[in-house]
């Protein structure tokens, strides 16, 4: 199942899907004590609470989605991945900062949703530019496979060649099949 289509069903948890459905609730309140505690809950669930975070980067209010981009930084599960490379296409500033941030944290788990995004359309001048600070980030912490995909992203026209980097950065990290290493 993609991470983008995850339905309460596939949540699995000693809370409720009541309880997950109060505390997301929550993260879009107007006091920031009770978003606050609302996101320490969500965390204390820890990957258990990563569905129900997914859905809630998708909600129409902009609290829910920085306190869930938060909450997924957090609890650090792959699975949130897709969710946060799409939030790097976000309206508000603040949840593409952290949906960056949360990517970086995530390293090499964070890279194949992002790579695959840049190659399959480079999509709004938002994502490049989150893209361009979570992979010059990896690359400065030794992913030396994203320092062309980072130069494409700073040329004049990234459009010609940010997917050509982005696919060959992916193909870099795949493991190979014959050694079980990855190809760099």
Same mark, same amino acid.
């Given at each position: 199942m993609s991470e983008n289509?995850?339905?309460k069903s596939d949540w699995h948890s000693d809370a409720?899907?009541?309880d997950f459905d109060l505390l997301i609730e929550a993260l879009g309140a107007n006091q920031g004590q009770v978003r606050e505690q609302a996101r320490v809950e969500l965390i204390n669930q820890g990957y258990q609470a990563t569905p129900p975070l997914i859905e809630a980067m998708h909600d129409p209010n902009e609290?829910?989605?920085?306190? &869930? @981009?938060?909450?997924l930084?957090?609890?650090?599960?792959?699975? &949130? @991945?897709?969710a946060l490379v799409q939030a790097l296409d976000d309206d508000n500033p603040g949840i593409r900062w952290v949906a960056g941030n949360d990517l970086i944290a995530l390293g090499r788990d964070g890279l194949t949703p992002l790579l695959q995004a840049l190659i399959e359309g480079m999509g709004s001048i938002w994502l490049r530019e989150g893209a361009h600070h979570v992979l010059q980030s990896l690359a400065r912490e030794g992913y030396n496979e994203l320092a062309p995909v980072v130069d494409a992203l700073e040329n004049i026209v990234p459009t010609i060649e940010v997917p050509v980097a982005a696919y060959h950065a992916l193909e870099a990290m795949r493991p190979d099949p014959r050694s079980g290493r990855n190809n760099v």
């Amino acid at each position: 199942m993609s991470e983008n289509n995850v339905t309460k069903s596939d949540w699995h948890s000693d809370a409720s899907a009541e309880d997950f459905d109060l505390l997301i609730e929550a993260l879009g309140a107007n006091q920031g004590q009770v978003r606050e505690q609302a996101r320490v809950e969500l965390i204390n669930q820890g990957y258990q609470a990563t569905p129900p975070l997914i859905e809630a980067m998708h909600d129409p209010n902009e609290h829910r989605r920085w306190e &869930a @981009a938060k909450a997924l930084g957090a609890i650090g599960d792959q699975r &949130a @991945a897709a969710a946060l490379v799409q939030a790097l296409d976000d309206d508000n500033p603040g949840i593409r900062w952290v949906a960056g941030n949360d990517l970086i944290a995530l390293g090499r788990d964070g890279l194949t949703p992002l790579l695959q995004a840049l190659i399959e359309g480079m999509g709004s001048i938002w994502l490049r530019e989150g893209a361009h600070h979570v992979l010059q980030s990896l690359a400065r912490e030794g992913y030396n496979e994203l320092a062309p995909v980072v130069d494409a992203l700073e040329n004049i026209v990234p459009t010609i060649e940010v997917p050509v980097a982005a696919y060959h950065a992916l193909e870099a990290m795949r493991p190979d099949p014959r050694s079980g290493r990855n190809n760099v």
